[in-house]
């Protein structure tokens, strides 16, 4: 199956500070998938972005699949952007997930 | 917006005891997954259902079993409940042409 590792595995920003977080994933991919988990435990998912470079809000993904490899932009982080972002991928032919661990986000004010 | 609800939220069980963790989902989507979340190993998929009927392993489905009697419910059977399984369990369902998965808020589940 796929492995999928996400960097760095904790980030500490000031208000207002733009966050870069990165995942590497070690075999295609057809599907790839962001999500967000709060403190509380919940999962929301941000966006697909599966190739090519997807913006909503302040987030912007790029997804560069011959290098296997994807970002999620965060800009003007805000405080309440605080909690765990997550990468999933599809692997190819299966339509089933591999998450990767996890970048534990703190935005202070 | 995709719903997906679990039932119980909580749940404490005892060693050897029967559980049983339900999922249902209005979204209409074909795909259905089960997973577990533990520090340190992130998010792993025990099983998952194509549609009403099917069942399929994923990477840690020894002490599981999966049950897919509709399109919209999936529930998952620990038969005799062991410490280890103590976890936090999510059900997702899929749209398999977008590629996107959309979750419960999770079930608590603590063996004695």
């Known amino acids: 199956g796929q492995q999928v590792q996400q960097s760095p595995s904790s980030l500490v920003l000031q208000e207002g500070e733009n966050a870069e977080l990165q995942c590497n994933f070690s075999?295609?991919?057809?599907?790839l998938q962001w999500f967000y988990q709060s403190p509380g435990g919940s999962l929301v998912s941000l966006l697909s972005?599966?190739?090519g470079t997807k913006h909503t809000g302040r987030l912007t993904s790029t997804t560069v699949t011959k290098e296997r490899r994807s970002s999620l932009h965060i800009s003007s982080s805000q405080t309440t952007d605080s909690g765990t972002y997550l990468c999933?991928?599809?692997?190819?032919?299966?339509?089933?997930?591999?998450f990767g661990k996890g970048t534990s986000l703190t935005v202070i004010p | 917006e995709a719903a997906v609800t679990q039932s119980p939220r909580n749940k404490v069980a005892v060693t050897g005891g029967k559980v049983t963790l339900s999922c249902n989902q209005t979204?209409?989507?074909?795909?259905m997954y089960w997973y577990r979340q533990d520090t340190g190993h992130g998010l792993r998929l025990i099983h998952y259902?194509?549609?009403?009927?099917?069942?399929e392993k994923g990477d840690i489905p020894d002490g599981y079993k999966a049950s897919r009697p509709s399109q919209e419910n999936f529930s998952l059977i620990l038969e005799l409940a062991t410490p280890s399984q103590t976890s936090v369990y999510f059900c997702?369902?899929?749209?398999?042409?977008?590629?996107?998965?959309?979750f419960g808020p999770g079930t608590r589940l603590t063996v004695l």
């Open positions: 972005n599966p190739s």
């Open positions: 999933a991928i599809e692997d190819t032919g299966y339509q089933n997930f591999y």
């Open positions: 997702a369902s899929g749209d398999a042409d977008r590629g996107e998965q959309y």
């Open positions: 979204n209409n989507h074909n795909n």
């Open positions: 259902s194509y549609g009403a009927g099917s069942t």
């Open positions: 075999s295609t991919a057809t599907q």
